[in-house]
């Protein structure tokens, strides 16, 4: 028993009582006399105190106490003294004997009790700042150069590029002002080095914006190489912003690993889209693998749409389908966190809550989701357009295979807008009746994918000119979706081709209802007032599209046409001098603006407007004859003989051009080549009158036996033209040369004479004028042509 008991050792060191005899110092009150510190402090705090009273044994000392009545009760201290702030002997006690608290030697002479100082008066006005110390020029210096570069940026968000880079230039010769004068006060701790690389970040910025690359790497580097700057590394994505700009994207590469290396882990979202530049750096120089280890890394970690077309772009430059096929499904599984469309649609008929619904339907944010899922929309419907014909053994079973996996996604509505996409790529393709099958799918679909089929349809029809199948489908259209502009539309342009303009314009106004920038029912529209010759309304129309489109080349040309026909040239040709700013080398618009200078007496403008047309299209008949006959009128008969001979060249079954090119010759004094020419000509039409009267002239002018030959055969062509006139006109008499004189013109082959037209000079011979016979409609674009589209 007794070996289980230990004895303590006799000097054991964790003695458990030890200590307790043990004592501070500083609590000794032994030798407090003769304690310096504490008989110092006597002296400053505790001296100048009232003496403490002393107390009586058994008789406590007392103080009053203020009661609710006005009384006062007396409150003995546990000294035996009065309570502090008390009265004794008429003097007031301080609460404190601290002078700072507020209180002086006159509280003892029984002064109010003012602990604020208020009856010190009002306190002194304060100093005045003083503008020329150093701090002061240095704080405003300061205030200058954030406001610099406040301004800098501001210009460069308001697009004036050159404002930001004059404004980011004074805020650095400003900085270094700054800097120098803190030198010259010796404090570097007062220092501002966030100053100093927002005014060298922001001078990066604008050199980069004015596409002075150099400057902004020469500070870029400044930046990056100086360690005061913590966090100056991040900027290597912008140095490799600028090379991959410049094309180097050895460098943009280097640089932008460089900058993933200096970012940490915390900061994922910056990591992954540096990722991603490295990628597309990648695919710019055509290493598709390790641009493909990029995105891949980037679709397992934090996955984007953006990155997940890229990839499949990869995938599908190497050629391999398998790959295309999973990248396909990874972009397809992108989460797009954008809220569904029943949020925006009211449970009830609150109006709190509907007032509510129609702020948020169309706000800022609303926009954002719409950009949103357009771009997700965009990025599937392409990758599904590139990959369906290489991942499969055809277009349609590749495309069938995006369909089936889109429909098992979050993107299950965009599974019928790639059904109608395949119909499109099917027109594309030319094969029209497979276009036709896969549309007709939709005749049992819901409403508005129902409508956007048979508006197709519709426009199919309508090309192939089968105007009964295209009224049906799109009377079906309009009556599954009536709120869709696109089969109203087209529903009016089945009624246009039928030349029922008045229910025209109401299907094209209602789609306008439905969707105010429809521009294809605008334009439409003004079309119709055009052909029921309402052109005030049809110059509104044309008016309005024109704020919408701009630049567009058939819109200008129909507000020219509609001033030409009320009559007012000028502002015809102020609008077609702004459609060949748009299109400078159509030779049909160029054709009408000679045709109007012209009309004005302006013959030099119209002679170079003219000259443009043909030498940009130089088989226009009319704009030949007006050159050939401006020469002509000049007086410069060899110059024309170019564009009449072109013109029989164009023409050949058409004599009177040939005639031109003879009469030129005869005009110029060049007698045989003339004679030349008509004997061709009178081979070729051996009974054209015209030409067997001018030779049988010239022969007799140059002393040619010929003459006389050519006279008996222009005698025994009048007389069987006078036979002939004679059958067709039996019941008129007279005499033969009468007839002759009176039928002097050439034979139905179009030619009348030589004189080009009324107002210019006759060439001999010719005795009424002619004119062309093609007259096409100036410009490309017909005066009633539909502008048709894809819905």
């Known amino acids: 028993m007794m070996q289980n008991v230990h004895l303590a050792p006799e000097a054991d060191e964790d003695d458990l009582y030890s200590g307790y005899n043990d004592y501070n110092p500083t609590f000794d009150t032994e030798d407090l006399e003769n304690d310096v510190a504490f008989q110092q402090a006597a002296r400053t705090s505790h001296g100048r105190r009232v003496p403490v009273t002393a107390k009586i044994p058994g008789t406590p000392a007392s103080r009053s106490l203020a009661t609710g009545f006005g009384s006062k009760a007396t409150l003995t201290s546990s000294m035996g003294r009065p309570m502090t702030g008390a009265i004794q002997d008429g003097v007031a006690r301080p609460m404190t004997a601290v002078q700072a608290a507020g209180y002086t030697k006159a509280a003892m002479r029984g002064s109010l009790f003012d602990p604020l100082g208020q009856g010190r008066g009002p306190a002194p006005p304060l100093e005045m700042k003083n503008s020329d110390s150093t701090e002061e020029k240095i704080r405003q210096l300061e205030k200058k150069v954030n406001e610099l570069v406040e301004e800098s940026c501001i210009a460069n968000s308001c697009g004036d590029l050159k404002l930001a880079l004059e404004k980011a230039k004074e805020a650095g010769r400003k900085e270094r002002v700054l800097v120098r004068q803190r030198e010259q006060t010796a404090t570097p701790e007062n220092f501002n080095s966030d100053l100093t690389y927002s005014v060298l970040f922001n001078l990066a910025s604008q050199y980069a914006a004015n596409e002075m690359y150099a400057e902004a790497l020469n500070i870029y580097q400044v930046i990056v190489k100086d360690k005061i700057f913590s966090n ?29 290396d200096q970012v940490s882990s915390a900061h994922k979202e910056m990591r992954i889209k540096i990722m991603q530049n490295i990628g597309v750096a990648f695919i710019k120089t055509g290493q598709y693998i390790d641009a493909i280890s990029s995105f891949e890394h980037i679709m397992s970690t934090s996955p984007n749409l953006k990155a997940g077309f890229n990839l499949i772009l990869c995938y599908f430059a190497i050629g391999n389908g398998e790959q295309m096929k999973k990248a396909f499904q990874k972009l397809i599984a992108v989460p797009l966190e954008v809220d569904y469309d029943d949020k925006y649609i009211s449970p009830n008929d609150d109006p709190h809550t509907n007032l509510l619904i129609e702020a948020i339907k169309n706000d800022s944010l609303r926009q954002i989701e719409h950009e949103r899922k357009s771009m997700a929309e965009e990025y599937i419907m392409t990758a599904a357009k590139l990959i369906a014909p290489a991942i499969e053994t055809s277009f349609a079973v590749g495309y069938d295979w995006c369909v089936e996996a889109v429909k098992v996604s979050q993107y299950v509505e965009l599974a019928n807008d790639l059904e109608i996409n395949k119909a499109t790529m099917y027109l594309r393709q030319q094969e029209f009746n497979q276009a036709l099958e896969t549309l007709k ?49 087209n529903k009016g342009n089945t009624l246009f081709a039928s030349g029922d303009y008045e229910k025209t314009a109401e299907f094209y106004k209602e789609a306008l209802r439905n969707d105010s920038l429809c521009t294809e029912a605008l334009y439409n529209l003004g079309l119709t007032y055009k052909k029921l010759n309402r052109i005030d309304e049809a110059l509104d129309c044309f008016l309005k599209l024109h704020a919408i489109l701009r630049n567009s080349a058939q819109v200008l040309y129909q507000i020219a046409n509609l001033y030409e026909m009320m009559g007012d040239p000028n502002q015809a040709i102020e609008w077609l ?49 007006w050159l050939g006959a401006y020469y002509i009128d000049t007086q410069f008969c060899e110059k024309a ?29 060049n007698y045989q080549k003339a004679l030349e020419k008509y004997k061709v000509i009178h081979r070729k039409f051996p009974e054209n009158v015209e030409c067997l009267r001018f030779l049988a002239r010239l022969c007799t002018d140059i002393g040619l036996k010929e003459g006389q030959e050519y006279e008996t055969k222009l005698k025994k062509v009048e007389k069987l033209k006078e036979i002939k006139e004679q059958r067709i006109k039996s019941g008129r008499d007279g005499s033969a040369r009468s007839r002759r004189e009176g039928s002097a013109g050439p034979e139905s082959g179009g030619t009348k004479g030589e004189r080009l037209s009324a107002k210019l000079k006759a060439l001999p011979g010719a005795n009424e004028p002619y004119e062309s016979s093609i007259r096409k409609e100036i410009g490309k674009w017909a005066s009633h042509t539909f502008l048709l589209f894809w819905p």
């Open 232 to 260: 100056g590394g991040r900027l290597k994505v912008n140095m490799g912003n600028i090379y991959l700009k410049q094309r180097n994207y050895s460098k943009a590469i280097k640089f932008y690993r460089m900058a993933l």
């Open 441 to 489: 799918m939709f005749e049992k679909k819901d409403s508005r994918v129902k409508s956007a089929a048979a508006t197709n349809l519709s426009f199919l029809y309508y090309l192939e000119n089968e105007l009964a199948q295209a009224a049906n489908y799109a009377d079906l259209a309009v009556n599954s979706d009536r709120y869709n502009p696109a089969a109203l539309t």
């Open 577 to 625: 001098l702004q459609l060949i700013s748009v299109v400078p080398t159509d030779p049909h618009v160029l054709a009408k603006l000679g045709k109007l200078y012209d009309n004005e007496g302006d013959k030099s403008q119209a002679f170079h407007y003219y000259s443009e047309s043909y030498r940009y299209f130089p088989s226009n008949i009319e704009v030949i004859e």
């Open 641 to 669: 003989i170019e564009y009449f001979e072109r013109a029989a060249l164009i023409l050949p079954t058409q004599v009177k051009w040939q005639l031109m090119v003879a009469s030129c010759y005869r005009r110029s004094g």
